[in-house]
């Protein structure tokens, strides 16, 4: 494969089977240039350019450290996960991890508003972004915020090859905030987020709103439902109060079976 563009130390543009194709290597283009082959054994991934232009305007515009830094999280992460994780998704994470350092040095910070359930929701991808900042640190000198843990996290889930859309992610974890919220306001408590009921109650959410987008109802038998909202009424009314709002502000109706499960939860986290 000959060399047809260098983009950095770690990127080149190469014809491969009559095609132009990105090559991502370490070191691939250390002493080479145009019409040099590249050293296959250097290539660690290989993108159709056509298919793959924003990644080429994307190795030209930002620092080489902060893509080589993307992709020292990414492979860390598969590891982690034991997942092979999206391509093409991969640009916006480098993209977004550059543009971050950028704030912080300029002393700009933004607080993540859902920190608390992505520590939940997504526990093994808040590590890895745990993981990231540390790697950030050492290998850029830029102290990361925990928020910024919190926004990797994010990307790490939507870039699993079922991961899903990032904007869904971000608006089904608002809507578990939002439900939370509406739970401490409705029994005026504050709720320990150490607290196991806690982290049952987040995730327990967020399954129901995912079976509910699904119409895949959580039936519970009416018996037993009639026997929760009498004998747990305070609760009950706290997660009818609660689903209501969903739908008004979302547009996302849960069952009533639904609400007998989320009534047990909230009824652990009233009298605990």
């Not at 002493?31 to 290989?46: F, G, R, S, Y």
């Not at 990307?155 to 079922?162: P, R």
């Not at 079976?211 to 909202?229: L, N, T």
Request: proline share 1%; hydrophobic share 40%; with cysteine.
């Amino acid at each position: 494969m000959k060399i047809s563009k260098i983009l950095n130390n770690n990127a080149v543009i190469v014809m491969d089977e009559g095609e132009e194709k990105i090559a991502i290597g370490s070191g691939i283009a250390f002493e080479k240039k145009k019409n040099d082959v590249a050293n296959p054994k250097k290539i660690e991934k290989l993108f159709v350019l056509k298919e793959n232009e924003k990644l080429q305007q994307l190795l030209l515009r930002i620092p080489e450290a902060h893509f080589i830094l993307s992709e020292a999280i990414i492979n860390h992460a598969e590891q982690r996960l034991n997942a092979e994780l999206n391509d093409h998704i991969r640009i916006q994470l480098a993209d977004h991890i550059s543009f971050a350092i950028e704030r912080e040095q300029n002393g700009i910070q933004l607080k993540n508003a859902l920190l608390r359930e992505i520590k939940v929701l997504y526990r093994q991808e808040f590590e890895i972004g745990l993981w990231a900042i540390d790697r950030i640190k050492t290998e850029i000198g830029v102290e990361m915020p925990v928020d910024e843990a919190a926004f990797i996290a994010l990307y790490i889930h939507t870039m699993k090859i079922q991961g899903g859309d990032i904007h869904e992610t971000v608006r089904q974890t608002t809507m578990v905030q939002t439900m939370v919220q509406g739970i401490r306001d409705c029994l005026n408590i504050a709720i320990d987020e150490a607290d196991i009921s806690y982290d049952r109650l987040v995730t327990h959410l967020q399954f129901a709103l995912t079976r509910a987008k699904h119409h895949d109802s959580h039936v519970m038998d009416q018996d037993m439902f009639d026997i929760i909202k009498q004998k747990y009424n305070v609760s009950y009314r706290c997660a009818k109060q609660v689903a209501n709002e969903t739908s008004a502000s979302f547009g996302i109706n849960l069952p009533e079976e639904e609400l007998g499960y989320i009534t047990l939860h909230i009824e652990r986290l009233r009298t605990h």
